[in-house]
């Protein structure tokens, strides 16, 4: 079968930085993806990492170790702005994406 | 230019009535996903559109729930009978390809079935 795990919440303060976490069991794996989505509304595409290593997108950073079967989205200089919930989904050729359950981040001032 | 749309925003209905919803992809897109996504829950993979393939129904939770994708555009998401566990929102996305290209989500259509 197909698994991520993420925590299913994380608080931080403005300012701060954050790394969530998102470990996956897959039968055959391509990249890792990551999304937001604020309530109520739908989730938009953040990061994908097809490599080992980081790929940084201004304030956000994404990490994969395929050796590892691990990745995880790092968020800096936190703003209140930035409180939603983050997916990680993983690429299995499956054609569609592997989405795991959330991680629900409370930015607190 | 515009983005995935999806109608109803919002749909009640009652046990036992059949319901459709619809998605407009964005113009290009050759791949259309249907996912639904409980309450304070991570999205549950339905059906996959790729051009002219056949779709991948392989998500589907049971036969009451079926889909269309009609020229290559436009998806119609049927359920059946409809029960209460059906309650969701059924979230459409589009993108040039599948896998790794980046997926573009509708605002979605949120079904309560009394």
């Known amino acids: 079968g197909q698994s991520l795990e993420q925590p299913s919440e994380v608080t931080a303060v403005e300012g701060a930085i954050v790394q969530i976490n998102c470990t996956y069991q897959t039968s055959g794996f391509y990249g890792l993806s990551w999304y937001q989505q604020h309530d109520g509304g739908a989730p938009t595409f953040l990061s994908y990492n097809a490599l080992d290593g980081l790929e940084e997108t201004g304030r956000f950073s994404s990490f994969l170790s395929r050796s590892d079967s691990y990745g995880y989205l790092l968020l800096q200089e936190l703003q209140m702005k ?16 592997t989405f795991g359950s959330g991680t629900r981040l409370q930015v607190q001032p | 230019g515009a983005g995935v749309s999806q109608s109803p925003s919002n749909k009640v209905t009652e046990k036992g009535k059949d319901v459709e919803l619809r998605c407009d992809p964005i113009s290009g897109h050759t791949a259309l996903y249907w996912y639904r996504q409980s309450l304070g829950q991570g999205l549950e993979f339905l059906i996959y559109f790729q051009g002219n393939s056949a779709p991948d129904k392989s998500g589907l939770p049971s036969d009451r729930f079926s889909a269309e994708r009609t020229g290559g555009s436009v998806s119609t998401l049927t359920i059946q009978r409809t029960q209460q566990e059906d309650s969701a929102v059924y979230l459409c996305a589009s993108s040039i390809g599948q896998g790794k290209n980046e997926q573009f989500f509708g605002p979605g259509t949120r079904l309560t079935v009394l």
């Open chain 1, 82 to 97: 930035d409180s939603a919930s983050y997916f990680c989904a993983a690429d299995t050729g499956r054609r569609a994406l």
